[in-house]
């Protein structure tokens, strides 16, 4: 029977796993220490793990009968894909199910930054609300402002088509442009980096973590942007560098932002980041919807099988593995 490693307790049902392997779920909250990984993987047909897990090359060459890694999430930043591809192991994801949940959430930031709702609830709980007054927690228009989106991909896109919905001049910028055909159906306008940054009210990113996005944001970006923009960030936290990020909102070079994603994660506690009235963090809950949850399981679960069998993963990140 094939062995498997499941990296934490998964909200589906492990019964087709069941059927024809020998399935080890991690049982602790936070994730297995490295040397865990380390000596699990070398016993292993197959792995199935999340974004908290670094799989990098000391780990998948130590994994002497790995036939596939299968992750639960979208990005794959924590895996190193080269080294997978170099031994020919095919490396899953769960793109499309997230998506709109991502969306929401990112818009779910979006409006909350926009109207200071996280202030306004802290304020009320500390007994601090003491009339209507008429300037009492002034936020930014949504509706009818430019929204920049950085990176329309899957997210991005469904973001976009959001968007419409409240009237706003969406601007992105993206590796590639899109076709014009799609461009018209999002309704947006493709400008250079720089162009984004200095006319968006709301810049929410929505690229994957690569060498070329980490740290994307970082002192000059700020100083392009409005001194009224929003930043909101549900991607990776490393396309942000959380120092200039502390100096661009202790320092009024954009007015908020609203970050589902840190560098590094968790949050340190003493991260002066903490402190801003200005900053709403959450932590990495953008696809935890529950119906989404239980779909990104099943699918790391059915890239799994797929890799045990030896049958191509329905969602692949290097399909060169198969030529
Ligand atoms: C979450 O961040 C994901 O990549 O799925």
Known sequence: MPKILITRRLPASLDALDAFASVE?????????????LDRIRQVDGLLCLLTDPIDRRLIEAGVNLKVISQMAVGYDNIDVAAATARRI????????????TADFAWALLMAAA?????????TRAHQWQTWEPDLLLGADVGGATLGIVGLG??????????????????????????????QQLGVEFVAFEELLARADFVTIHTPL?????????????????????????ARGAVVDPAALYRALSQGKIAAAAIDVTEPEPIPSDSPLLTLENLIITPHIASASRQTRTKMATMAIENLIAGLQGKRLPHCVNPEVYS
């Open 25 to 37: 779920v991690w049982p602790q909250r936070q994730p297995p220490p490295y040397e865990v990984l």
């Open 90 to 101: 095919p490396v899953g994801h769960t793109p499309d199910v997230l998506t709109d949940a």
């Open 115 to 123: 109207r200071r709702v996280v202030e306004a609830e802290r304020l």
């Open 154 to 183: 899957r997210i991005g896109q469904a973001v976009a088509r959001r968007a419409k919905g409240f009237e706003m001049r969406i601007l992105y910028t993206n590796q590639t442009r899109c076709s014009p055909e799609l461009e």
């Open 210 to 234: 690569t060498p070329q996005t980490h740290h994307l944001f970082s002192d000059y970006q700020f100083e392009q942007m409005q001194s009224s923009a929003v930043l909101i960030n549900t």
